[in-house]
């Protein structure tokens, strides 16, 4: 296994230059399907050297490496977080929390306490709530005026495609009963034709043009609590899908010396053209920063009833959702961007966006030949059975988010039906297809934590405790397979299966040490396992206390 490693200079030519970290006395599970488990890694700099015994890694200590002993914990390769929006997240560890706020007086409560601790003037965002935890009521403005006298409000529901203003936000937006509907897009309105505060969508813009953006200060400042936060959870690279103001901060992050997250950063699908003359000026980057990834949206939300669907909501029998982009524009961008030789990733949630999604990217392999394009779809929540082998058939990778599965399957059924549950999720179907399946978080949709995805693809036990047995049992997967889903496949689906994802010598030393090994525990456990380290390039950036 040493066999190839380089001599140092002056040393015999059968001295191994030695290990920077060795990690020995675990269990290590490589994802490597032609060396599974070891018990030792060596690392020198960024890079794996030696993946095996104790025997293997023994001749590359020296007084200057790091040993750390595992005591038996679990060692795999650094989980891949395919889908996250980072700043965003980061913005969200500091605002008003109201992800579990379980009533509406409980929702009101906390933003007014909230309102209490910032000054007059200053916005409250963020805020991620979800109104299915007081049984699917939309809150209004009046729920939080009398709270937020001073203070504009402008606070997302949990999936980002709907928010709640206050009076006070509407007017510095300039949105009153005047305002014309949008496209692609909803302005909630009362009896009286004036919006209640519910935007979704197309229509959010509207008062989103009135938020301050933040400086250059603030955003560094939020992706670095972002990176702090996502290395507790053993995250080792996002695929951030953001925008050129997050790109910007990363490259100063960067030139500080300051990144310790690796990242791929996607910008919107319609910048194309300003991607295709950034990648031709400057490259695509390097193992800490990438570009040439490009953002879409067919659709919004199942649980903003935005979604796409080929037959009606189940309790909203007048209502399917709606598209986001015209078909048309949506044909135009992904044959200009995948001219551009850029790799293509759209959000589609509905089966009818999913469909039409597909048959967008057929035609363009169609028209324009086979190459190695990885196009992807984001979410790829409710799928038609009749879609389902299409993934596999025209190479399409899933990249999905299993914590929404034990999320939204507290209601999803009474959104569309015991029926279209069945493929809602559909990991296993998926996988049997031959499909690529990687996985993300969504975060601050979700819980940037991959081991509970893991529980979740595993279990699929909803949050409500409802569904011991998982909801929708049959589309669970097995252990090894969520961890896959984390690693080599979340690497494949950015071009990165040559430097991330398994443990083998040559790989970049990007890894993880968590106290349990999930492979032989009860899958029930799984939530209650704890990182202990995250390495990332052969340096430790996260040791639990």
């Given at each position: 296994m040493l066999g190839g490693l380089l001599a140092a200079c002056g040393k015999p030519a059968d001295t191994p230059e030695a290990a920077t970290l060795v990690v020995?006395?675990?269990?290590?599970?490589?994802?490597?399907?032609?060396?599974?488990?070891?018990?030792?890694?060596?690392?020198?700099?960024?890079?794996?050297?030696?993946?095996?015994?104790?025997?293997?890694?023994?001749?590359?200590?020296?007084?200057?490496?790091?040993?750390?002993?595992?005591?038996?914990?679990?060692?795999?390769?650094?989980?891949?977080d395919t889908h996250v929006h980072f700043a965003d997240g980061g913005s969200s560890l500091a605002s008003v929390q109201l992800r579990d706020a379980q009533t509406a007086e409980e929702f009101t409560r906390r933003i007014g306490e909230f309102a209490k601790t910032v000054r007059p003037g200053e916005w409250l965002l963020d805020g991620n709530w979800d109104h299915e935890n007081w049984g699917g009521e939309l809150p209004t403005r009046e729920w939080i005026d009398a709270v937020t006298p001073d203070n504009p409000v402008w606070l997302f529901r949990l999936d980002g495609h709907m928010a709640l203003a206050n009076s006070l936000a509407l007017k510095l937006a300039g949105v009153d009963a005047d305002t014309p509907d949008i496209d692609g897009g909803t302005i909630v309105r009362d009896a009286a034709g004036y919006p209640t505060g519910i935007l979704k969508d197309n229509a959010m813009p509207l008062v989103m043009a009135a938020v301050p953006a933040p400086g250059n200060e603030l955003m560094d400042r939020q992706i670095e609590a972002a990176m702090q936060y996502v290395a507790a959870h053993g995250v080792t690279t996002v695929h951030d899908m953001a925008s050129w103001t997050s790109l910007a901060s990363y490259r100063r992050l960067q030139a500080a010396g300051k990144l310790k997250t690796r990242v791929y950063s996607v910008v919107p699908l319609s910048d194309w053209a300003q991607l295709r003359d950034e990648v031709a000026k400057n490259g695509r980057g390097d193992d800490w920063l990438r570009i040439g990834g490009l953002k879409g949206f067919m659709d919004g939300s199942l649980g903003s009833h935005t979604a796409a669907m080929l037959e009606p909501f189940t309790n909203a029998p007048e209502e399917r959702g709606?598209?986001?982009?015209?078909?048309?524009?949506?044909?135009?961008?992904?044959?200009?961007?995948?001219?551009?030789?850029?790799?293509?990733?759209v959000h589609a949630i509905g089966d009818s966006a999913i469909r039409d999604l597909l048959d967008i990217y057929l035609d363009l392999t169609d028209e324009k030949g086979p190459r190695d394009r990885r196009l992807r779809i984001e979410h790829s929540q409710h799928i038609h059975p009749d879609d389902l082998p299409r993934y596999a058939a025209q190479d399409i990778i899933a990249s999905m988010q299993p914590y929404h599965a034990i999320d939204d399957g507290r209601w999803a059924e009474k959104v569309i039906g015991a029926e279209r549950s069945a493929t809602t999720y559909a990991f296993r179907s998926l996988l049997d297809s031959d499909a690529h399946l990687a996985f993300g978080s969504d975060w601050p949709v979700a819980p940037a934590e991959p081991l509970l995805g893991i529980y979740a693809a595993v279990t699929r036990q909803t949050l409500d405790g409802a569904n011991p047995d998982g909801w929708t049992p049959a589309q669970k997967i097995t252990v090894e397979e969520a961890l896959r889903a984390y690693t080599s496949e979340a690497a494949y689906s950015s071009f990165e299966e040559d430097r991330k994802g398994t443990l083998a010598p040559g790989m970049l030393a990007d890894f993880v040490l968590i106290d349990k090994n999930l492979t032989v525990i009860p899958p029930e456990e799984i939530r209650s396992a704890k990182v202990l380290r995250t390495v990332v390039g052969g340096k430790t950036v996260y040791q639990r206390p």
């Amino acid at each position: 296994m040493l066999g190839g490693l380089l001599a140092a200079c002056g040393k015999p030519a059968d001295t191994p230059e030695a290990a920077t970290l060795v990690v020995r006395n675990a269990t290590v599970w490589t994802g490597d399907p032609n060396n599974p488990w070891a018990e030792a890694i060596a690392s020198r700099g960024e890079q794996i050297v030696a993946v095996g015994t104790h025997a293997d890694v023994e001749p590359l200590i020296n007084e200057s490496t790091e040993v750390i002993n595992a005591d038996g914990a679990l060692l795999v390769p650094g989980f891949i977080d395919t889908h996250v929006h980072f700043a965003d997240g980061g913005s969200s560890l500091a605002s008003v929390q109201l992800r579990d706020a379980q009533t509406a007086e409980e929702f009101t409560r906390r933003i007014g306490e909230f309102a209490k601790t910032v000054r007059p003037g200053e916005w409250l965002l963020d805020g991620n709530w979800d109104h299915e935890n007081w049984g699917g009521e939309l809150p209004t403005r009046e729920w939080i005026d009398a709270v937020t006298p001073d203070n504009p409000v402008w606070l997302f529901r949990l999936d980002g495609h709907m928010a709640l203003a206050n009076s006070l936000a509407l007017k510095l937006a300039g949105v009153d009963a005047d305002t014309p509907d949008i496209d692609g897009g909803t302005i909630v309105r009362d009896a009286a034709g004036y919006p209640t505060g519910i935007l979704k969508d197309n229509a959010m813009p509207l008062v989103m043009a009135a938020v301050p953006a933040p400086g250059n200060e603030l955003m560094d400042r939020q992706i670095e609590a972002a990176m702090q936060y996502v290395a507790a959870h053993g995250v080792t690279t996002v695929h951030d899908m953001a925008s050129w103001t997050s790109l910007a901060s990363y490259r100063r992050l960067q030139a500080a010396g300051k990144l310790k997250t690796r990242v791929y950063s996607v910008v919107p699908l319609s910048d194309w053209a300003q991607l295709r003359d950034e990648v031709a000026k400057n490259g695509r980057g390097d193992d800490w920063l990438r570009i040439g990834g490009l953002k879409g949206f067919m659709d919004g939300s199942l649980g903003s009833h935005t979604a796409a669907m080929l037959e009606p909501f189940t309790n909203a029998p007048e209502e399917r959702g709606f598209l986001i982009n015209t078909l048309d524009d949506m044909r135009q961008w992904v044959s200009d961007a995948d001219d551009a030789g850029l790799q293509i990733m759209v959000h589609a949630i509905g089966d009818s966006a999913i469909r039409d999604l597909l048959d967008i990217y057929l035609d363009l392999t169609d028209e324009k030949g086979p190459r190695d394009r990885r196009l992807r779809i984001e979410h790829s929540q409710h799928i038609h059975p009749d879609d389902l082998p299409r993934y596999a058939a025209q190479d399409i990778i899933a990249s999905m988010q299993p914590y929404h599965a034990i999320d939204d399957g507290r209601w999803a059924e009474k959104v569309i039906g015991a029926e279209r549950s069945a493929t809602t999720y559909a990991f296993r179907s998926l996988l049997d297809s031959d499909a690529h399946l990687a996985f993300g978080s969504d975060w601050p949709v979700a819980p940037a934590e991959p081991l509970l995805g893991i529980y979740a693809a595993v279990t699929r036990q909803t949050l409500d405790g409802a569904n011991p047995d998982g909801w929708t049992p049959a589309q669970k997967i097995t252990v090894e397979e969520a961890l896959r889903a984390y690693t080599s496949e979340a690497a494949y689906s950015s071009f990165e299966e040559d430097r991330k994802g398994t443990l083998a010598p040559g790989m970049l030393a990007d890894f993880v040490l968590i106290d349990k090994n999930l492979t032989v525990i009860p899958p029930e456990e799984i939530r209650s396992a704890k990182v202990l380290r995250t390495v990332v390039g052969g340096k430790t950036v996260y040791q639990r206390p």
